[in-house]
């Protein structure tokens, strides 16, 4: 039971810390916060994702490509051009890298406005750090792991982040059904999107990327939106527009 916990736990908190911080904040700032709660969710985003944990900066000029190039050859991870969701993850990580180092210059012209705490960036990406929390996990599964198949999960602790954005980018531009025609081949994967907290809504946020709520039909429920609104109400964020979905919507 305890693995059970531990798996769930990890799965959805990184999850959270993705689309929240590093998607709807870093990304796109679909709304603002002062400087505590931002390195608050800063620290919170490293210590969810831990072995895993995807530079806000890099994620957000990557991401920010993958809008301007949606399912063309500059786009960062379009499953179009891959044979299978590895290859795809394994491109994407090497022009990841490329961009922390800054040395990707397609990436250069989307610069700017990104959450900055350089020495945790820096850090969360070194081997020491990612190490360190591998360590972590394997300890956890060593004094409470009632069975050997349950070892079987370490690997996706160790690449929880990279493992999100696969599931993301591969299911939200192949499987699914469209809203809109974005000119590109994203899609809405899942009604109620439980695998992905509402990223999985793809095409409606390509139509509307600065819309905070990724569902469009009332059946579209996008799980991260409520704890966005229930910030944005508490205080600790503030939501910068409610952008409506077009009165016209595909059936």
């Not at 991870?77 to 394994?90: G, I, K, L």
């Amino acid at each position: 039971m305890a693995i059970l916990v531990f798996f769930v736990a990890h799965y959805y908190l990184s999850l959270f810390t993705q689309t929240f911080y590093l998607h709807r904040y870093a990304a796109h700032k679909m709304f603002t916060m002062n400087k505590f709660w931002e390195k608050f969710f800063f620290l919170f985003t490293y210590i969810c994702q831990g072995s895993s944990f995807l530079s806000p900066r890099a994620y957000a000029l990557l991401h920010r490509m993958h809008h301007a190039y949606s399912d063309t050859e500059m786009d960062p991870h379009s499953p179009h051009f891959f044979s299978n969701p590895f290859s795809m993850m394994w491109k994407t990580k090497i022009i990841y890298g490329e961009v922390v180092e800054n040395t990707y210059d397609p990436a250069k012209r989307f610069e700017g406005d990104t959450p900055e705490w350089k020495w945790l960036d820096q850090f969360g990406g070194t081997a020491v750090s990612r190490l360190g929390w591998g360590t972590v996990y394997v300890l956890f599964y060593i004094n409470f792991a009632t069975a050997w198949w349950q070892y079987l999960l370490l690997p996706i602790h160790f690449l929880m982040g990279p493992l999100h954005g696969a599931i993301v980018n591969w299911g939200g531009h192949k499987y699914g059904y469209q809203n809109f025609d974005n000119h590109d081949k994203s899609r809405n994967t899942l009604a109620l999107d439980f695998l992905a907290f509402g990223e999985l809504f793809q095409n409606n946020h390509h139509k509307l990327p600065m819309r905070v709520n990724f569902g469009v039909k009332w059946w579209e429920f996008d799980p991260t939106y409520m704890f966005i609104w229930t910030m944005d109400k508490a205080g600790i964020i503030k939501i910068k527009r409610k952008q409506k979905a077009p009165i016209r919507v595909a059936a």
